[in-house]
């Protein structure tokens, strides 16, 4: 947690963490606790591609990752989500609570979050949710590539 306090006091930029004492587990689950669109929900998934381990950051409304699109924008050959233990290992956080900063990974952002003024997603810690501006994503990771 001190950690993304520091990336965002170093970048000047605002954000919110929301403690809450049950882990939000999907996206329709935290759109119905902050009461807010699906949409505005951030999930981050771990890549595992030909050329390295991504983060790809998405709108809780997608539905649906198509896998060979996301390999065309980025020029690899194999994209798939990573395992368990491997998402663990890059980024020290556990499938579901994976941070939307702070992991030092290149990102992949789903351009559907720039219509909202804020979003949510994953802070690192399970109870505890990070609100922001979508456009601070560009201002504090290494953003590679947008989805369509």
Known sequence: ??????IFK????PFELINHKVPIHTAQEGATFFGITIGQTAPTLILKTDKGFF????????????????ASILGC???????AR??????????????MVGHNLPCVVDKRLFQ???I???????????KINPSVLEKVNRVVATLD
């Open 120 to 130: 949510y997603g994953g802070s690192g810690e399970a109870t505890c949710t990070l």
């Open 77 to 83: 050959n194999k994209v798939k989500l990573a395992e």
């Open 116 to 118: 909202y003024s804020s």
């Open 55 to 70: 983060a790809l950051i998405v709108s809780g409304d997608r539905g649906h990752i198509d896998f060979n699109e996301v």
């Open 10 to 13: 170093e970048k000047n930029v």
């Open 86 to 99: 491997d998402v663990e290992k890059v980024t020290g956080c556990a499938v579901g609570s994976i941070s």
């Open 1 to 6: 947690m001190e950690s993304l306090q520091v």
